[in-house]
Structure formats: structure tokens, C-alpha cells
């Protein structure tokens, strides 16, 4: 488990639990879930398209998870934001199942880019992936104050002045990026499970925002870390284990909290 050959996964793993506690945090303080779920399909099928054509899928992965952002993020401002998260979904969706059908030499990979494949992460990958992560992590910390008033109490933002459309667009882009990273990571469809559960679960326990910020994130290193170490055991897919550690974390997190309640209220 702790060979040289598990060197990169375990560094991975980490860069990509940080990332996904910092921005998780956010994502859940905005109820930003369904851009959260559709930004990381939008990168899946940007992987397949970049295949397609011969390219790195990194590049794929980022290029359409911007796309998916900035699509979210522009239409929201003239219709209901679930309806353009779920219009950019829909559409992603789609062009992916396009990408998927014309390649011939794609499937080998689909089952890594959806369920993760934190075991062949390569020492080549490591390095634009914690630069990206810094760059996004850097990101929410200069926007920290504007996207809790955002947040916590729009109306007020808006009174003060705070440009909240571009509050919204610079989260939107940086959700994009690291939903792009932690797609080969953990899988597209598990990235979900990683930046919702365990922040989900510290915005439960702590109501300070540094404080719920700094436990999402030991939260998410505590889910990757077990995950990857299960999935050495049982030969099964990290995705899988994070989606369950987040899911019972989650369901732990609001036991504690509704029992914090009726004490208080007793």
C-alpha cells in the first residue's frame, strides 16, 4: 500500500482532497450541487472528444468544463439557473455520446474517466495538476470574502455594491477547473460524491465559515485517503468508496446535528 508505485497516488489523492474540501465548501454554502453534477459530465465528454481527435484528454477535460461554466453561467442571468445547468448538462451529455460512438479506441478508458483510476496516475500528471489546484486554491481564497457575503446574505451584497454576476462567473470557472482535475482521479461521475459529502457534512458541524472550511477539507483528505486504501485492498474502484465514505460522513454529520437540536431546544 505504501510501495514506491503508490507514491503518485497518494499524492494525487491529496492534492485532489484539498482542492475538492476548498471548493466543495462553497458549493455547498451556494446550493450549487447541480452545477456541481453537470460540470464534470460536461468534462467527460470533453475527455472523449479529445480522444477523438488525438489530443491529451486533460485538455478536453478543461476546455469543456469551462464551456459547461461560462454556459451555466451566462444563461443563468436570463432564465432559472436550474434550467441552464440542466440545458448544458443535457447538451454535454449528448456531444459525449456522440464522441463515445465514433471513436474506436476510447472504451478501454470510459470505465477509468467515469470510476477513477487513482492507481494509474502517472508522475507526468502530477505536476499541471497541482499547479492548476494551487491556481484554483489561490482563486477562492482571493474571492473568499465576496462569495460568503454572496452566499449568506445576497441582498445585503447586492446593497453594498458586490458585483455578484461576477462573484458567480470567477466560481463558476474555478468549479470548472477542478472538477476537471479531479475527474481522472476519482471519476466523473464520483467527483460529485467528493466535493458534496464531506463538505455537506462540516457545513453540518460547524456554523464559523473558516472553521466548516478547514473540516471539509480534513474531511475530504480523511475520505480520499481510506478510499484509496480500500480500493488497494479490494481491487475495486476509489469511486466507489468515496461515494460511500461521503454518503455515511454525510448521514453521520446530520445525526449529530439533529441531536445537537433537541438538546439545545431541551
Known amino acids: 500500500m505504501f510501495s514506491s508505485f503508490m507514491t503518485n497516488a497518494w499524492l494525487s489523492g491529496t492534492i485532489v482532497a484539498i482542492l475538492a474540501g476548498v ?19 460536461g468534462a467527460f465528454a470533453g475527455a472523449a472528444g479529445a480522444n477523438l481527435v488525438g489530443l491529451n484528454p486533460l485538455f478536453g477535460l478543461i476546455s469543456f468544463a469551462i464551456v459547461a461554466a461560462l454556459s451555466i453561467g451566462a444563461t ?17 451529455l449528448a456531444l459525449g455520446a456522440a464522441f463515445l460512438t465514433l471513436s474506436t479506441e476510447y472504451e478501454p478508458a470510459i470505465n477509468a474517466l467515469l470510476f477513477g483510476e487513482i492507481l494509474g496516475v502517472s508522475s507526468s500528471q502530477l505536476l499541471p495538476v497541482l ?19 454572496t452566499s449568506v446574505a445576497p441582498d445585503l451584497a447586492a446593497a453594498k455594491g458586490v458585483n455578484a454576476t461576477f462573484v458567480e462567473i470567477s ?11 479531479t475527474v481522472p482521479i476519482v ?36 475520505t480520499v485517503w481510506a478510499s484509496i486504501a480500500c480500493s488497494f485492498e479490494f481491487n475495486l474502484p476509489i469511486g466507489f468508496f468515496v ?3 461521503g454518503a455515511v460522513l454525510y448521514l453521520c454529520a446530520r445525526v449529530s446535528h439533529a441531536r ?3 438538546r439545545s431546544v431541551a
Open 23 to 41: 471548493v466543495g465548501f462553497f458549493v455547498v454554502l451556494r446550493a450549487a450541487s447541480f452545477a456541481a453534477h453537470a460540470i464534470p459530465n
Open 171 to 181: 466560481f463558476l470557472l474555478v468549479l470548472a477547473l477542478a472538477t476537471a482535475l
Open 187 to 222: 471519476g466523473a461521475l464520483l467527483t460529485f460524491s467528493l466535493m458534496i459529502g464531506p463538505p455537506a457534512a462540516a457545513r453540518l458541524l460547524s456554523k464559523h465559515p473558516a472553521r466548516a472550511l478547514t473540516l471539509s477539507i480534513t474531511l475530504a483528505l480523511a
Open 76 to 92: 443563468s442571468r436570463r432564465s432559472r439557473s436550474d434550467v441552464a445547468t440542466a440545458l448544458s448538462l443535457v447538451l454535454m
Open 260 to 262: 445537537r437540536a433537541v
Open 131 to 149: 499547479l492548476l489546484a494551487v491556481l484554483c486554491v489561490v482563486a477562492i481564497l482571493a474571492l473568499y470574502r465576496p462569495l460568503v457575503f
Open 243 to 245: 461515494g460511500t465514505f
